[in-house]
């Protein structure tokens, strides 16, 4: 029996490749009905012809190559398949040109959007790899399955002369094969036509059971290609959408809620697009839901009306998550890059999503698009920012082979990285200068903003600035300055530079009075300290902390119990005299913080130091 390895390298540990599942599963079908047709009489007896056995090898970008090498060797693959994407083709073809050395008859093929756009340029460059099957893959390799059974060995062993093998049912069969770039009998690179579009509800659910998924994320495809155009997306080459029947779309759905997977990623392009489909799975999950499952779902958010609104209203807290794809605000922006969007729309849809407070929404925004200047970003920035999402991911221009967008690099003097993900480093109205500096706005918001670990104290810190983006601008400055930038700090060293930050006259304080600017400051380490306790029962305090000893009788009046329920509540005196306490076992679905609660307050005037003088005066008594 011959084996073909697929091999998978994923980003994360959390993640998995839903591509390598779908076709070992679609193989094994092929192959089942293959065989039942056999038996049948209807088609021609497959007797005698050796099996192929497809294995999964799933590893992370941050194994070491020398791990995964040994593995691959170990299993003694006769056939490999990389599966290959912007953030591991150069993973992948490092392992390809290593494997060749130690197992120089393995046949080596890749497959993914990553090599689709340019398969025979990259023939000729990797000498090591035998083809590439392009496009959608499940029908290719079932075929290309097949035309190993009529060879019985592999290409490289028939080129080595080292077996009896006998070639010709092999070439003659991989000829008619659609969908594939490779090295012919003579060795020219022959390159077949892609395949037409598959039916959606041929392929078979990927999860026979979820053995190997347990601490990871589930992904589930219910339809495929995107009507829209964006240039920048591949998805715009292919505009055929093709949908999955929803009998079984239902059925699949119910697999993962009876099973209370935490969460099911759609990797449905723009999901709603249409809306009778979206509405039904919607309502499936509504009336289906488990408790605990949470869907993630990637949007058009202009395209909501408000019957989807109105269903979405219904819903658990943390039952669903939107991804909402805004990019820019620039109309020229919009316009220039063929995506259609009603940024009306949004703003209204994105402020009835929040004021439900049940729906967790991310909305992303690109850096590095035509028409968009610093000044421009700036502007795009403060839009989305204003409709305040619970994720703001700032992310930059990939150019990619085979988009629209890479057909103009020249016209809109896009500069990029040569090797992937290709991210622009400037454009006609963006030096590369400002690039690094949106890396830095983008920094401080992953850490300070999609954290969420921050929420109140940045709604104080706004106030000292003219807008949400200046902030952040101000904040990605002192860090350079201070020699902070690149370095991965922990959690609570987060807090104390953020207050360093904030004591900076340089950067925050006004010209007011000093002791206005005092108070500011205590109401700062008062959001400072919530945040703090309402992520975590944080076990060490930052330096500015309000010392709680001269408090703690004041403490076990208000909160008996803070004894005995130890870790699962806090107790917190703000320098304002407010009393907070914070729960842990009630936490909120949608932002996962502790409830909390004001339980009394302190005498209005009465300092720390007050306070301890009258507890020690007390202890000497």
């Known amino acids: 029996m011959m084996k073909f390895l ?102 080596i093929w890749l497959g993914g959007p990553e090599v689709s756009f340019d398969a025979p340029q990259l023939l000729e460059r990797e000498p090591e790899i035998l083809g590439v099957m392009k496009g959608e893959g499940e029908e290719t390799f079932a075929g290309l399955l097949q035309c190993y059974k009529q060879l019985g060995g592999t290409v490289q062993q028939w080129r080595r002369k080292e077996t009896a093998l006998t070639a010709e049912a092999f070439w003659k069969q991989m000829e008619k094969l659609s969908s594939v770039t490779y090295r012919n009998a003579d060795g020219q690179i022959q390159n077949h036509p892609v395949r037409p579009v598959m039916d959606m509800s041929q392929i078979p659910f990927l999860y026979k059971d979820l053995k190997g998924f347990e601490n990871r994320i589930v992904y589930y495809e219910s339809s495929r290609g ?8 591949l998805s715009s080459v292919d505009k055929s959408v093709r949908f999955r029947d929803m009998k ?38 509504l009336e289906n839901d488990n408790g605990v499952t949470n869907f993630h779902f990637e949007i058009g958010a202009d395209l909501l009306d408000e019957d989807a609104l109105t269903l979405m209203g219904q819903m658990r807290p943390g039952l669903i998550q939107l991804e909402i794809g805004v990019q820019s605000t620039n109309p020229d922006t919009i316009r220039e890059i063929h995506r259609t969007m009603d940024l009306e729309q949004v703003r209204q849809v994105t402020a009835r999503i929040n004021a439900g407070c049940n729906v967790h929404q991310h909305l992303d925004l690109i850096a590095g698009l035509p028409f968009e200047d610093y000044q421009s970003f700036v502007k795009s920035f403060n839009d989305v920012y204003a409709m305040e999402p619970e994720q703001l991911q700032l992310g930059f221009l990939k150019v990619l082979k085979g988009s629209p967008m890479y057909e103009m690099a020249e016209q809109y003097g896009l500069v990029y990285r040569a090797e992937p993900p290709y991210e622009v480093l400037a454009t006609r109205w963006l030096p590369y200068g400002d690039i690094l500096r949106l890396k830095g706005v983008e920094d401080m918001v992953e850490v300070y903003y999609n954290s969420r670990q921050f929420t109140k104290t940045l709604k104080l810190l706004e106030q000292k600035f003219t807008d949400a983006f200046s902030m952040f601008e101000a904040l990605a400055g002192y860090y350079e300055e201070k020699g902070f930038a690149g370095i991965n700090h922990s959690r609570l060293a987060r807090y104390e530079l953020l207050h ?59 909160e008996p119990e803070l004894r005995r329920l130890g870790t699962q509540i806090h107790v917190e005196v703000l320098r304002s005299g407010t009393v907070l306490r914070f729960d842990y076992r009630s936490r909120d679905p949608l932002t996962n913080n502790a409830g909390v609660e004001q339980i009394g307050i302190i005498q209005a005037g009465e300092t720390q130091a007050e306070a301890a003088e009258e507890q020690h005066s007390q202890e000497e008594l």
């Not at 995107?226 to 997306?233: L, T």
């Open 500 to 558: 360093e930050f904030i004591r900076s006259r340089e950067y925050v304080w006004s010209q007011e009075p000093i002791q206005a600017n005092e108070d500011w400051l205590a109401q700062c380490e008062d959001a400072l300290m919530t945040d703090l306790y309402l992520r975590e029962n944080a076990k060490s305090r930052p330096s500015f902390a309000l010392d709680q000893q001269p408090y703690k009788q004041e403490i076990r009046a208000l």
């Open 6 to 107: 697929l091999i998978a390298i994923n980003a994360k540990y959390i993640h998995s490749n839903p591509g390598v599942y779908s076709l070992q599963m679609y193989a094994e079908k092929a192959e089942a009905e293959s065989r039942t047709a056999d038996e049948g009489g209807t088609a021609p007896a497959g007797e005698g012809l050796p099996a192929v056995h497809v294995e999964i090898g799933e590893y992370t970008i941050n194994n070491q190559m020398d791990q995964i090498l040994e593995d691959v060797y170990r299993r003694k693959p006769d056939m490999v398949g990389i599966s290959c994407y912007i953030w591991n083709v150069t993973y992948g073809l490092q392992l390809a040109r290593d494997l060749h050395k130690v197992l120089p008859d393995t046949d």
């Open 248 to 285: 079984l779309v239902k059925q699949e759905l119910a697999f993962f809620l009876e099973r209370k997977v935490p969460q099911v990623k759609f990797v449905d392009r723009t999901f709603n697009c249409k809306k009778s489909h979206a509405m039904e799975i919607w309502r499936f999950i």
């Open 226 to 233: 995107c009507p829209f155009s964006c240039s920048y997306c």
